[in-house]
């Protein structure tokens, strides 16, 4: 094991704030993405997919889509993965 414990995946999930949201259509249905989800590559790069809901309601499945290349959800991403690795800094064990 050399350097400690295999890890083979760190990934965190994101509330894509209100104005920050945006629309897009899979299979003739429009979804409003509200989340993302942020994955830390084993090279130390991100990846990153949005999920969201049907515009219309109902209980259409979770459904991922790609996170547009622009600044503001550039940013979103590289601070939540800040955020969460101060968060795993301070861990405090098992509970």
């Known amino acids: 094991m050399g350097g400690g414990p295999e890890v083979s995946a760190l990934a965190i999930n994101v509330v894509i704030p ?13 979804f409003t993405l509200m989340t993302l989800n942020v994955r830390l590559l084993p090279d130390g790069s991100l990846a990153a997919k ?8 109902g209980r259409g499945g979770y459904v991922s889509f790609p996170v547009p290349d622009e600044p503001e959800p550039a940013s979103l991403i590289a601070d939540a993965a800040d955020r969460a690795g101060s968060l795993w800094t301070a861990h405090r064990g098992l509970g």
Request: hydrophobic share 25%.
């Open 18 to 30: 209100e104005a920050l949201r945006w629309t897009d259509t899979r299979r003739g249905e429009e």
């Open 50 to 57: 949005a999920y969201g809901r049907p515009v219309g309601g």
